[in-house]
């Protein structure tokens, strides 16, 4: 009798983990993007009882959404590349060069090419200028992509050699632009400015209610088109209430942002609403953008086919080279976006523009879900990633913790992804609530040595 309770006790455990499983794949829920989303809860949280409430305010807060679009921008391009079992260790520099390259056109008036300058009589002070500098930069970072993918792609050099060269050519390259040596390109154009977020150069209140508005009905719209091409194709559709739900929670989220965090902060200026910052509209439409290009376009569905399996995606007739290739121009170009936007917050351009960067881009990538093993890996999860990271410095600074402490802290979470990932793959699930703990005991104890 009592082997066959147990017997019962454990076909019911069987099916009843069967059927949550079955539940989450009919909802069709990611329950990594779910993880970090309770992981960025927490460290709010604990960050908020640890600085005596100063962590969750609206300033703090809108703050942080402003200092995360940098890298959250460039770890979009950065989950393609290493999908595709690749990496970049040069956009820190390249983000350095750039931002040097665009805000000499608007100081000078000169476009600097790999120590080629040509000066441009009236371009200096116009209107327009910075609309030039920008294209500039994504010119001129579409062709170092374009080079470093060539490399990469058509001549086999690895990656990490290339990119290596590049993180050490592209900084260096900037003492050789236009010939000033160096030295500090300020101030920038009045409108370029507004790329870099500032109380004074945000939506404002009326302008983000009708963003957060667009984006409730984008939201709704995006559930009804992935439910018909779901029925279109005869595949599992959720339940309409499941939807519903996802629906509201989704809206219910962006008007929470919106409302608490954008619309709350008052403009230490003119005391009024200072709305959504433009950075954190940029980074809204390259996520956007960049999830398209991954879910939805050719392009996205041969990058995760060959990460996948680079034999097969070359025998089924990819063309990898090619694909390759462009992953690390677009990758260029999005470095030209965030060295926009850090100039820009700058209001000026310096050498030492973008160091680090390279390793919170490449980390932001990881903690988000992105495999190095290739094929795995997903846009939001790396914007979340991105988040979690300046998150984690933004509440480490609030509480006066050095630098070198910080790094460490850091590179504690990175492993600790790694790590998880690897477990994951090994279908070790059980050691991943364990992994996850040692990673948080030990980043707590070098946090609380670390305190003045």
Same mark, same amino acid.
């Given at each position: 009798m009592n082997q066959e309770a147990d017997a019962v006790g454990t076909a019911r455990e069987v099916a009843d983990?069967?059927?949550?499983?079955?539940?989450?794949?009919?909802?069709?829920?990611?329950?990594?993007?779910?993880?970090?989303?309770?992981?960025?809860?927490?460290?709010?949280?604990?960050?908020?009882?640890?600085?005596?409430?100063?962590?969750?305010?609206?300033?703090?807060?809108?703050?942080?959404?402003?200092?995360?679009?940098?890298?959250?921008?460039?770890?979009?391009?950065?989950?393609?590349?290493?999908?595709?079992?690749?990496?970049?260790?040069?956009?820190?520099?390249?983000?350095?060069?750039?931002?040097?390259?665009?805000?000499?056109?608007?100081?000078?008036?000169?476009?600097?090419?790999?120590?080629?300058d040509i000066t441009i009589d009236g371009l200096k002070g116009q209107w327009f200028t910075w609309i030039v500098a920008i294209a500039v930069g994504l010119a001129l970072g579409a062709v170092v992509g374009l080079i470093q993918g060539s490399l990469i792609a058509y001549v086999g050099v690895p990656a990490f050699i290339v990119t290596l060269g590049g993180y050490l050519a592209w900084r260096g390259l900037i003492f050789r632009t236009g010939g000033q040596q160096g030295q500090t390109l300020a101030p920038l154009n009045n409108t370029f400015r507004y790329l870099g977020g500032a109380p004074?150069?945000?939506?404002?209140?009326?302008?983000?209610?009708?963003?957060?508005?667009?984006?409730?009905?984008?939201?709704?719209?995006?559930?009804?088109?992935?439910?018909?091409?779901?029925?279109?194709?005869?595949?599992?559709?959720?339940?309409?209430?499941?939807?519903?739900?996802? @629906? =509201? $929670? %989704?809206? &219910?989220?962006?008007?929470?942002?919106?409302? /608490?965090?954008?619309?709350?902060?008052?403009?230490?200026? +003119?005391?009024?609403?200072v709305g959504v910052a433009y950075p954190v509209l940029i980074l809204i439409g390259v996520t956007a953008l960049m999830t398209y290009l991954a879910r939805r376009r050719r392009f996205g569905r041969y990058v995760y086919a060959y990460g996948g399996n680079p034999e097969a995606a070359e025998l089924g007739g990819i063309n990898t080279r090619r694909t390759v290739m462009l992953t690390f121009v677009l990758m260029g170009m999005l470095c030209a976006v965030s060295g926009a936007i850090q100039t820009a917050r700058l209001n000026s351009a310096t050498t030492n523009?973008?160091?680090?960067?390279?390793?919170?881009?490449?980390?932001?990538?990881?903690?988000?879900?992105?495999?190095?093993?290739?094929?795995?890996?997903?846009?939001?999860? @790396? =914007? $979340? %990633?991105? &988040?979690?990271?300046?998150?984690?410095?933004? /509440?480490?600074?609030?509480?006066?913790?050095?630098?070198? +402490?910080?790094?460490?802290?850091?590179?504690?979470?990175?492993?600790?992804?790694?790590?998880?990932?690897s477990l994951l793959r090994q279908r070790r699930r059980s050691w991943v609530i364990g992994a996850l703990a040692v990673g948080v005991f030990v980043a707590g104890i070098v946090i609380q040595t670390g305190r003045p």
């Amino acid at each position: 009798m009592n082997q066959e309770a147990d017997a019962v006790g454990t076909a019911r455990e069987v099916a009843d983990k069967r059927s949550w499983q079955d539940f989450g794949r009919t909802l069709d829920l990611d329950t990594r993007l779910l993880g970090m989303l309770a992981a960025i809860g927490v460290i709010w949280v604990g960050f908020h009882l640890m600085s005596d409430g100063s962590f969750i305010t609206s300033r703090n807060l809108w703050n942080l959404s402003v200092q995360s679009t940098s890298i959250a921008i460039m770890a979009t391009g950065m989950v393609l590349i290493i999908v595709t079992r690749n990496i970049d260790l040069s956009v820190g520099s390249l983000l350095g060069l750039l931002g040097y390259t665009m805000a000499l056109v608007q100081t000078q008036g000169m476009i600097s090419v790999f120590g080629f300058d040509i000066t441009i009589d009236g371009l200096k002070g116009q209107w327009f200028t910075w609309i030039v500098a920008i294209a500039v930069g994504l010119a001129l970072g579409a062709v170092v992509g374009l080079i470093q993918g060539s490399l990469i792609a058509y001549v086999g050099v690895p990656a990490f050699i290339v990119t290596l060269g590049g993180y050490l050519a592209w900084r260096g390259l900037i003492f050789r632009t236009g010939g000033q040596q160096g030295q500090t390109l300020a101030p920038l154009n009045n409108t370029f400015r507004y790329l870099g977020g500032a109380p004074e150069r945000s939506l404002g209140d009326w302008k983000s209610w009708l963003l957060a508005l667009l984006m409730c009905g984008a939201i709704v719209l995006s559930l009804m088109l992935a439910r018909r091409r779901r029925q279109r194709h005869e595949l599992n559709v959720r339940p309409l209430a499941a939807d519903v739900v996802l @629906a =509201v $929670l %989704g809206c &219910v989220l962006v008007l929470v942002f919106v409302w /608490g965090i954008a619309i709350r902060y008052s403009s230490p200026v +003119t005391g009024d609403p200072v709305g959504v910052a433009y950075p954190v509209l940029i980074l809204i439409g390259v996520t956007a953008l960049m999830t398209y290009l991954a879910r939805r376009r050719r392009f996205g569905r041969y990058v995760y086919a060959y990460g996948g399996n680079p034999e097969a995606a070359e025998l089924g007739g990819i063309n990898t080279r090619r694909t390759v290739m462009l992953t690390f121009v677009l990758m260029g170009m999005l470095c030209a976006v965030s060295g926009a936007i850090q100039t820009a917050r700058l209001n000026s351009a310096t050498t030492n523009l973008g160091v680090q960067n390279e390793l919170d881009v490449i980390a932001a990538a990881v903690i988000g879900g992105t495999s190095f093993s290739g094929g795995i890996g997903t846009i939001p999860g @790396a =914007v $979340l %990633g991105a &988040v979690v990271m300046q998150s984690l410095r933004s /509440g480490m600074s609030l509480l006066n913790i050095d630098s070198p +402490t910080q790094d460490i802290v850091v590179g504690i979470v990175l492993v600790t992804a790694v790590a998880i990932d690897s477990l994951l793959r090994q279908r070790r699930r059980s050691w991943v609530i364990g992994a996850l703990a040692v990673g948080v005991f030990v980043a707590g104890i070098v946090i609380q040595t670390g305190r003045p």
